[in-house]
C-alpha cells in the first residue's frame, strides 16, 4: 500500500463541518415538521438552530465553491467530456459495486490527486453541489423569511411550493447521507475512507500509484 494525499486540510474542514451540520439540520427539521412525534427539543429551538445551522452551511458553501474555483483542485468535478468513455468507466463502476466488489474483484477506479471521484461519484457530486445544495439552500433562506421574500415565493408558486421543494430534497439528503456512508465503507478497510477523510491520506495499491500527490 502507499499513501496518496488526495483529501486537502480545506476540503476536510468543509467535509466534515458540512456532514455535522446536515445531520443537525435533518434532527431540527424533522422536529420542526413532526412536533407531535418527535420530542428531541423544543419547538422554538429547533427553530432557532435550523436557521443559524442553515447559515452556516451556506456559508461553508462558498469556503468550498471558493477553495475549488480559486485552486487547481477543480480539476477534480471536470467532467468526462466523452459521451462513450463515461459510459464504459461508469457501467465498470456499476457492475464493481453490482456484483463485483462481493466476488473480491478489485475496484476500475484508482484515486489520485486530481481524480478521486469515480464516473459515478463524479457525475453525482456535480449535480449535488452544483445544483441541488443551492435550491436547497435558496428554498430554505425563503422560507426563513416569507414575508421579507413574499414576491419571490409568489412568483414560485407560493409557500406551499417552496416547503414541497425544501422538504424533497430533505429526503434526498437524508438517503444520500445513509449511501455516501455505505459507499465511504467499501474501502480496503470499512475505515480506510473514514481516515482518509480525517488525514488527507489515501491508502493505494503500489501498482496505481500517480504522480503528483503530494499538492
Do not use: C
Amino acid at each position: 500500500m502507499n499513501k496518496l494525499y488526495i483529501h486537502p486540510l480545506p476540503v476536510r474542514v468543509w467535509h466534515w463541518t458540512n456532514a455535522i451540520g446536515f445531520v443537525l439540520l435533518i434532527a431540527s427539521g424533522v422536529q420542526i415538521r413532526y412536533l407531535d412525534l418527535f420530542q428531541l427539543m423544543s419547538f422554538r429551538t429547533a427553530v432557532v438552530a435550523h436557521n443559524w445551522i442553515g447559515f452556516v452551511l451556506i456559508a461553508n458553501f462558498f469556503i468550498w465553491l471558493g477553495f475549488y474555483l480559486f485552486s487547481d483542485k477543480i480539476k477534480v468535478y471536470h467532467p468526462e467530456l466523452s459521451p462513450m468513455k463515461y459510459f464504459r468507466a461508469s457501467f465498470r463502476q456499476m457492475q464493481f459495486y453490482g456484483y463485483g466488489i462481493f466476488r473480491g474483484e478489485p475496484n476500475p477506479h484508482h484515486p489520485s490527486a486530481y481524480r478521486k471521484f469515480n464516473p459515478l461519484q463524479s457525475m453525482m457530486y456535480q449535480i449535488i453541489m452544483m445544483l441541488l445544495v443551492p435550491i436547497m439552500f435558496f428554498t430554505g433562506v425563503l422560507l426563513w423569511d416569507v414575508t421579507r421574500f413574499s414576491s419571490v415565493v409568489d412568483m414560485l408558486g407560493g409557500v406551499r411550493v417552496v416547503d414541497t421543494v425544501h422538504v424533497l430534497l430533505f429526503i434526498l439528503f437524508s438517503g444520500f447521507i445513509i449511501v455516501h456512508i455505505y459507499l465511504a465503507s467499501l474501502g480496503h478497510t470499512p475505515s480506510a475512507h473514514f481516515k482518509a477523510m480525517i488525514t488527507g491520506f489515501e491508502e493505494v495499491e503500489d501498482e496505481v500509484e500517480e504522480t503528483g500527490t503530494t499538492s
